[in-house]
């Protein structure tokens, strides 16, 4: 893969996304440049319709920007091949998503597993990071227990400690609050906020939860496809 120096974790220049429809052109993202670093937890606002998605796509390099470029752990997505851009979200990005995506009949501790099994690791180390996974988001007691037994919140923790088990440097989370209870949505919100600071994890989550922007390091606002960043002013 071709690197290319950048302190870094996932930076943005000038990147813009356009789509045709009909006769017309909408830009989805229009020249956005800003960086996160690690350790750093941003919240990514707008309402919908207003470029999020596309963005969070161009980031994991899912979608490539019609120009600019990302720069993500020093490499350019734009010049890396698709093989090489899903080997580097395997190893280095982590996912997580407004529904938990959990298989209802294997234990907690089983899909935490699944990503590990995807990249060939073998039995013992799965079963050992993945329970570690557990333990840091304070699951360890409910491993054995199958999704459907565990709560909203267990469920989401459990998704948490799965987009966690392989070390990722870079944790995108889309909505990962958006079906809690609001005290729920708070303590997944600290929750993700702690784990990046802890473990030095560049966290970026899409959201329109009031709870993460508060204790967010930076806001991305997107609107129009035009993104502004605000640093947190903490007393």
Same mark, same amino acid.
């Given at each position: %893969?071709?690197?290319?120096?950048?302190?870094?974790i996932?930076?943005?220049?000038?990147?813009?996304? *356009? =789509? $045709?429809?009909?006769?017309?052109?909408?830009? +989805?993202?229009?020249?956005?440049?800003?960086?996160?670093?690690?350790?750093?937890? +941003? #919240?990514?606002?707008?309402?919908? &319709?207003? &470029?999020? /998605?596309?963005?969070?796509?161009?980031?994991? &390099?899912?979608?490539?920007?019609t120009?600019? @470029?990302?720069?993500a752990? &020093? =490499?350019?997505?734009?010049?890396?091949?698709?093989?090489?851009?899903?080997?580097?979200?395997?190893?280095?990005?982590?996912?997580?998503?407004?529904? +938990?995506?959990?298989?209802?009949?294997?234990t907690?501790?089983?899909?935490?597993?699944?990503?590990?099994?995807?990249?060939? #690791?073998?039995?013992?180390?799965?079963?050992? $990071?993945?329970?570690?996974?557990?333990? %840091?988001?304070?699951?360890?007691?409910? #491993?054995?227990?199958?999704? %459907? @037994?565990?709560?909203?919140?267990?469920?989401?923790?459990? +998704?948490?400690?799965?987009?966690?088990?392989? /070390?990722?440097?870079?944790?995108?989370?889309?909505?990962?609050?958006?079906?809690?209870?609001?005290?729920?949505? $708070?303590?997944?919100?600290?929750?993700?906020?702690?784990?990046?600071? $802890?473990?030095?994890?560049?966290?970026?989550?899409a959201?329109?939860?009031?709870?993460?922007? *508060?204790?967010?390091?930076?806001?991305?606002?997107i609107? *129009?496809?035009?993104? /502004?960043?605000?640093?947190?002013?903490?007393?």
């Open positions: %893969m071709n690197s290319m120096l950048s302190n870094s996932i930076e943005a220049r000038a990147v813009s996304r *356009d =789509f $045709k429809s009909g006769s017309s052109v909408v830009h +989805a993202v229009r020249s956005a440049t800003f960086s996160l670093q690690s350790g750093e937890m +941003a #919240a990514l606002r707008g309402r919908s &319709g207003s &470029g999020k /998605t596309t963005l969070l796509n161009i980031l994991a &390099g899912l979608d490539t920007p120009s600019g @470029e990302v720069i752990l &020093g =490499f350019r997505l734009n010049a890396l091949s698709e093989f090489e851009r899903t080997k580097l979200r395997r190893m280095s990005f982590g996912v997580m998503f407004q529904n +938990a995506h959990l298989f209802p009949t294997l907690a501790q089983e899909n935490v597993e699944i990503p590990l099994r995807l990249a060939g #690791a073998p039995r013992k180390e799965r079963e050992a $990071k993945a329970r570690a996974a557990l333990e %840091m988001v304070g699951l360890l007691e409910r #491993a054995r227990h199958r999704s %459907m @037994e565990l709560s909203g919140g267990e469920q989401q923790r459990t +998704a948490l400690a799965r987009a966690l088990a392989h /070390t990722p440097k870079f944790l995108m989370a889309d909505e990962p609050t958006g079906n809690l209870d609001s005290l729920t949505g $708070k303590m997944i919100a600290s929750l993700l906020r702690d784990i990046s600071r $802890k473990e030095n994890i560049c966290v970026l989550i959201t329109h939860d009031q709870n993460v922007v *508060d204790i967010a390091d930076t806001t991305l606002l609107h *129009d496809g035009i993104v /502004t960043a605000e640093q947190a002013v903490r007393s």
